[in-house]
C-alpha cells in the first residue's frame, strides 16, 4: 500500500510568515492535490498539483498565496505565505493513481487517498 | 487537542448498536462517492465507495446506500465499536476533465461502551 507523508507535522508561525509543507509518496502516482480543513469545518480543494506545469487553483484561491510546485511524480510542496491567523488550518495532500489501484489498494482507480496532514497555528 | 468535529453534528451509539450516517449530495452529475473516516490528528482515511450505477455496495460491517433520486448516500456501520468513533466525511467526484472532490460537512460518531 502507498504511504503518504507530510512534513511538517504541525507547526506555530508568526503572522507575515510563510511555511512551507512537503509531501512525500512512496510510490509514483499521477495525481496530487492540496486540501485546507479548517477548524472544525469540512475539506475544501486549494488546487492540483501537476508535474511539470503550473498548478490548477480553485476559486479563492490564488499562486500568490498558496504557490505550489510537483518537480516528480512521488514529491509536492505548498508553500502559505504571508499567514495571517485565518491561516490556521490543517492542510491535507491526497494523492490519486491507477497504479495504486493496480497494486491492490482498496477504491478505484480514481479513489484519492490522504496524507496525515499539518496542523498550522498562527499567531 | 484536535479541532475536528467540533462544531459538526453528532451521532452517539452504544457500542454494539448500529449507525447510520447520512449525507445529501449536491450534483445530480457526480458519478462517483466515497465515504472517509477521520480519527483526531489523523488525515481521512478511505472507507468504501460506491458509483452511480450502483444502489448498494457493502465491505466489511459497512455499507453505502446510493439514492440518486434524492441526492443522498447513507454509511451503515455493523456493531459499532469504540474504535469507530470518529469523524465521517461523504465525498462526491464532480466529473469534468479532473477528478475534484466535494466534501460534505461531515457528521461526528461517539460510540459509548
Known amino acids: 500500500s502507498a504511504v503518504i507523508s507530510q512534513k511538517p507535522s504541525r507547526d506555530i508561525c508568526q503572522r507575515g510568515t510563510s511555511l512551507t509543507i512537503q509531501c512525500q509518496v512512496d510510490?509514483?502516482?499521477?495525481?496530487m492535490f492540496w486540501y485546507r480543513q479548517q477548524p472544525g469545518q469540512s475539506l475544501t480543494l486549494i488546487a492540483t498539483?501537476?508535474?511539470?506545469?503550473?498548478?490548477?487553483?480553485e476559486s479563492g484561491f490564488v499562486i500568490d498565496k498558496f504557490p505550489i510546485s510537483r518537480p516528480n511524480l512521488t514529491f509536492s510542496t505548498l508553500t502559505v505565505s504571508n499567514m495571517s491567523p485565518e491561516d490556521s488550518s490543517i492542510y491535507l495532500c491526497?494523492?490519486?493513481?491507477?497504479?495504486?489501484?493496480?497494486?491492490?489498494?482498496?477504491?478505484?482507480?480514481?479513489?484519492?487517498?490522504f496524507g496525515p496532514g499539518t496542523r498550522l497555528t498562527v499567531l | 487537542g484536535e479541532s475536528v468535529g467540533l462544531h459538526l453534528p453528532t451521532l452517539s451509539v452504544q457500542e454494539g448498536d448500529n449507525s447510520i450516517i447520512n449525507c445529501a449530495y449536491s450534483?445530480?452529475?457526480?458519478?462517483?462517492f466515497i465515504w472517509y473516516k477521520q480519527e483526531s490528528g489523523k488525515g481521512p482515511q478511505f472507507i468504501i465507495d460506491?458509483?452511480?450505477?450502483?444502489d448498494k455496495r457493502q465491505g466489511q460491517r459497512v455499507t453505502v446506500l446510493l439514492n440518486k433520486t434524492v441526492k443522498h448516500l447513507s454509511l451503515q456501520i455493523a456493531a459499532t465499536q469504540p474504535g469507530d468513533s470518529a469523524v465521517y466525511f461523504c465525498?462526491?467526484?464532480?466529473?469534468?476533465?479532473?477528478?475534484?472532490?466535494?466534501f460534505g460537512a461531515g457528521t461526528r460518531l461517539a460510540v459509548h461502551p
Open positions: 491526497s494523492v490519486e493513481s491507477v497504479l495504486l489501484y493496480r497494486e491492490g489498494l482498496a477504491g478505484g482507480p480514481d479513489t484519492q487517498y
Open positions: 510510490s509514483q502516482v499521477t495525481m
Open positions: 498539483a501537476n508535474q511539470g506545469s503550473e498548478a490548477t487553483y
Open positions: 450534483n445530480s452529475a457526480s458519478d462517483y
Open positions: 460506491i458509483r452511480s450505477n450502483m
Open positions: 465525498a462526491e467526484n464532480r466529473a469534468g476533465g479532473y477528478n475534484k472532490l466535494i
